[in-house]
């Protein structure tokens, strides 16, 4: 006899999660089928690993810096971030299933292969289900080249358990850039390379500032150049030879379709499932949320909304996803966070960092926000290089979200000092009011 659930939720990542707890908790009968850990990508191979050793790396290279602007003497040495990295990681995988099951739903480990439209197969046992919502996440794209097996994933990166005397990481895209800074800062010797530029989604400005920061933590860094071979801990590419201890292939990801997808009906493609703007597929059954869906950000923050979203549409609402205000945010050192649509403003101003009475108590004054508005007046863009940036640009995401005018963000009384204002003030600058800056002479 098949168990029978209202709803079956394939995955237990941001997005899987998210929807099995709000959906159990409003009385739906619901089971979260998940084949590893709880967690995904964010939490097993992506937010939390990656961020806690930029973290520790941050604080091994700069807290002694720190130190001494406040006057005090600081010796950092390193230990073994690895071992409190695991730690992290296995209490956010066993909070995220405690919290499904606490939300009423049923959990089962193991993969689930759908066998038809309304039914799917768990090792064997056979699951019926009214709807189904797919959060199987995404997984590394490795090239084609030969000796590819010898190197490892931006996922196997960020969990290694050791710093690599010398690393060659392949791959100029957030992930990328992330790996290769802060096992530079943790003692490796880092080359990075890419086929065309790194970060080539960023502004000119918060390129050069990476660019910057990577050349004063030691990283060498190789653009236009492609990966054509690997033999030992040897990269062949078209710039020459590169030796690394590890190879670390950040070259993009691609969706983690479930067995059986074809016997659902849906629309998909090699970027991921189709849907709407309600998360719900070509199949009124079948709903997408996280990774697994064809879209342009896929981050942990938008696979939540998603998940959001989609429980509560199965639920009767009709809620429609907002992309404009989805902030991506990367972890290097000075942060870089970006928000809403460049190609929607007409006019930007920014505001230094330098210029935060906040920052200048703090220490650290690098970077800047840059605010972009449409011919209403409304913010539409915004840029954020600091090392605060992934706390910033939230501030940012209200105003996107809202469509505020900027003479109402301007004069928003933020808290002063406080890192944050530098929001209000890079929008000051739109009404000649940015008096925490120098004018230009003329």
Same mark, same amino acid.
């Given at each position: 006899?098949?168990?029978?659930?209202? %709803?079956?939720?394939?995955?237990?990542?941001?997005?899987?999660?998210?929807?099995?707890?709000?959906?159990?908790?409003?009385?739906?009968?619901?089971?979260?089928?998940?084949?590893?850990?709880?967690?995904?990508? =964010?939490?097993?191979?992506?937010? @939390?690993? !990656?961020?806690?050793?930029?973290?520790?790396?941050?604080? +091994?290279? #700069?807290?002694?810096?720190?130190?001494?602007?406040?006057?005090?003497?600081?010796?950092? $040495?390193?230990?073994?971030?690895?071992?409190?990295?695991?730690?992290?990681?296995?209490?956010?995988?066993?909070?995220?299933?405690?919290?499904?099951? *606490?939300?009423? @739903?049923?959990?089962? $480990?193991?993969?689930?292969?759908?066998?038809?439209? !309304?039914? +799917?197969?768990?090792?064997? $046992?056979?699951?019926?289900? *009214?709807?189904?919502?797919?959060?199987?996440?995404?997984?590394?794209?490795?090239?084609?080249?030969?000796?590819?097996?010898?190197?490892?994933?931006?996922?196997?990166?960020?969990?290694?358990?050791?710093?690599?005397?010398?690393?060659?990481?392949?791959?100029?895209?957030? @992930?990328?850039?992330?790996?290769?800074?802060?096992?530079? /800062?943790?003692?490796?010797?880092?080359?990075?390379?890419?086929?065309?530029?790194?970060?080539?989604?960023?502004?000119?400005?918060?390129?050069?500032?990476?660019?910057?920061?990577?050349?004063?933590?030691?990283?060498?860094?190789?653009?236009? =150049? &492609?990966?054509?071979?690997?033999?030992?801990?040897?990269?062949?590419?078209? =710039?020459?030879?590169?030796?690394?201890?590890?190879?670390?292939?950040?070259?993009?990801?691609?969706?983690?379709?479930?067995?059986?997808?074809?016997?659902?009906?849906?629309?998909?493609?090699?970027?991921?499932?189709?849907?709407?703007?309600?998360? #719900?597929?070509?199949?009124?059954?079948?709903?997408?949320?996280?990774?697994?869906?064809?879209?342009? /950000?896929?981050?942990?923050?938008?696979?939540?909304?998603?998940?959001?979203?989609?429980?509560?549409?199965? +639920?009767?609402?009709?809620?429609?996803?907002?992309?404009?205000?989805?902030?991506?945010?990367?972890?290097? *050192?000075?942060?870089?966070?970006?928000?809403?649509?460049?190609?929607?403003?007409?006019?930007?101003?920014?505001?230094?960092?330098?210029?935060?009475? #906040?920052?200048?108590?703090?220490? +650290?004054? &690098?970077?800047?926000?840059?605010?972009?508005?449409?011919?209403?007046?409304?913010?539409?863009?915004?840029?954020?290089?600091?090392?605060?940036?992934?706390?910033?640009?939230?501030?940012?995401?209200?105003?996107?979200?809202?469509?505020?005018?900027?003479?109402?963000?301007?004069?928003?009384?933020?808290?002063?000092?406080? %890192?944050?204002?530098?929001?209000?003030?890079?929008?000051?600058?739109?009404?000649?009011?940015?008096? *925490?800056?120098?004018?230009?002479?003329?």
């Amino acid at each position: 006899m098949p168990m029978k659930y209202d %709803v079956v939720v394939i995955g237990g990542g941001s997005a899987g999660y998210v929807a099995g707890s709000v959906l159990a908790r409003n009385g739906k009968k619901v089971l979260v089928v998940e084949k590893d850990r709880f967690g995904g990508v =964010c939490v097993r191979s992506g937010c @939390a690993p !990656s961020i806690f050793l930029y973290d520790a790396s941050f604080f +091994l290279t #700069r807290f002694t810096e720190l130190g001494n602007y406040k006057g005090i003497s600081i010796d950092v $040495k390193a230990k073994d971030p690895f071992k409190k990295r695991n730690e992290v990681v296995d209490y956010l995988s066993t909070a995220g299933e405690k919290l499904v099951e *606490d939300a009423g @739903a049923d959990v089962i $480990k193991g993969e689930a292969r759908i066998s038809g439209n !309304s039914s +799917l197969l768990i090792d064997g $046992k056979e699951v019926e289900f *009214d709807r189904v919502v797919i959060a199987t996440g995404s997984s590394p794209s490795l090239p084609c080249i030969k000796g590819v097996e010898q190197g490892i994933t931006e996922d196997e990166a960020v969990n290694l358990s050791f710093t690599p005397t010398d690393m060659v990481v392949i791959g100029g895209g957030f @992930a990328g850039v992330e790996i290769a800074q802060f096992y530079a /800062r943790l003692g490796s010797t880092v080359s990075l390379i890419t086929r065309g530029r790194i970060l080539k989604c960023l502004s000119e400005d918060a390129r050069n500032a990476i660019l910057t920061s990577l050349e004063w933590d030691g990283v060498k860094v190789i653009e236009n =150049c &492609e990966p054509r071979e690997q033999d030992g801990k040897v990269v062949k590419a078209t =710039c020459g030879e590169l030796k690394g201890e590890v190879t670390v292939y950040a070259t993009g990801r691609k969706p983690n379709f479930p067995v059986g997808l074809n016997l659902l009906d849906v629309n998909y493609n090699s970027r991921g499932i189709v849907t709407d703007q309600s998360m #719900r597929t070509s199949n009124p059954k079948v709903w997408a949320a996280g990774d697994v869906v064809d879209k342009e /950000r896929k981050v942990a923050h938008s696979a939540m909304m998603e998940g959001f979203i989609s429980s509560l549409n199965i +639920l009767g609402r009709e809620l429609r996803i907002d992309r404009l205000p989805v902030p991506h945010v990367i972890y290097t *050192d000075p942060q870089v966070a970006v928000v809403g649509d460049v190609n929607l403003a007409t006019s930007f101003r920014r505001f230094p960092i330098n210029a935060s009475t #906040r920052a200048i108590i703090y220490g +650290l004054t &690098e970077g800047y926000t840059k605010l972009g508005i449409d011919r209403e007046n409304r913010v539409v863009y915004g840029e954020v290089v600091s090392n605060n940036a992934e706390e910033i640009v939230n501030l940012l995401v209200l105003a996107i979200k809202l469509r505020m005018k900027v003479e109402e963000l301007a004069l928003l009384p933020l808290v002063h000092p406080s %890192v944050s204002e530098v929001i209000s003030n890079a929008a000051r600058a739109f009404l000649n009011l940015d008096v *925490d800056v120098y004018r230009e002479k003329r």
